[in-house]
């Protein structure tokens, strides 16, 4: 049972780029979600989605797309990427709304 | 829109003593949770406690408990025992029942001085 993971850990891009970071959980959670950390900052929520087929917007989505085909990947997209979306992404799940969040390790993301 | 606020960005505790770190949120909700999350330098965000909103008994976990005050919008952690591991950011959140949006607070960095 490996929890949430996420890859890659770090990626360097250059302004314009694109790229997916990619979510797996194993647990059969129905919620999932993507945050950003930016430093000295809390999470913010980007996108969140309460099962398969279904996505909705957080806090900051600007810039970012997700889908949701299956239980257990939940990928975030960023189509042109920016220097502004230099941050920290976290992916978590839960088993159902109010549950405890599992956290991903997070991914370090640098846009030059 | 719901906030969430943290008003010590850092925070010192000997070692062995007990310390406190405040929230406060604003909602004109009445059903949602609250949470507590530990996060070290290893970047793993760890959840510490949760609280439901419907529910008076302030929720506690070993050396871990809160002070809900509903009425107040207030969420404060305690933490007995200061333990050298319990050194990290600590961040507070609001999860909405409605829609399941989650809002973190800008976290209290906690230094245990040994």
């Known amino acids: 049972n490996a929890g949430v993971t996420q890859t890659p850990k770090f990626r360097i891009l250059k302004i314009g780029q694109s790229m997916t970071l990619q979510c797996t959980q194993d647990?059969?959670?129905?919620?999932m979600y993507w945050y950003r950390q930016d430093p000295g900052m809390g999470l913010k929520l980007i996108y969140y989605?309460?099962?398969?087929?279904?996505?909705d917007k957080g806090e900051v989505p600007n810039g970012y797309n997700v889908s949701r085909s299956t239980t257990e990947d939940f990928p975030l997209r960023l189509e042109l990427a920016a220097p502004s979306q230099t941050s920290v992404y976290f992916c978590?799940?839960?088993?159902?709304?109010?549950?405890?969040?599992?956290f991903g390790p997070g991914t370090r993301l640098t846009v030059l | 829109a719901q906030t969430v606020t943290q008003s010590q960005p850092e925070m010192s505790v000997q070692e062995a003593e007990t310390v406190t770190l405040s929230c406060t949120y604003d909602?004109?909700?009445?059903?949602?949770?609250l949470f507590w999350y530990k996060q070290p330098p290893s970047r793993q965000m760890i959840l510490v406690i949760r609280?439901?909103?419907?529910?008076?008994q302030n929720a506690t976990e070993n050396r871990f408990s809160v002070n809900f005050q509903k009425a107040a919008k207030s969420f404060s952690l305690k933490i007995s025992d200061s333990q050298l591991g319990d050194a990290a950011m600590y961040f507070c959140?609001?999860?909405?029942?409605?829609?399941?949006?989650?809002?973190f607070g800008k976290g209290t960095r906690l230094h245990i001085l040994p």
């Open positions: 989605s309460v099962g398969a087929g279904i996505t």
């Open positions: 978590a799940s839960s088993y159902r709304q109010g549950s405890e969040q599992f």
């Open positions: 959140a609001y999860r909405s029942a409605r829609d399941d949006k989650i809002i």
């Open positions: 647990m059969n959670h129905n919620y």
């Open positions: 609280q439901e909103a419907y529910k008076q």
């Open positions: 909602t004109s909700e009445s059903d949602y949770y």
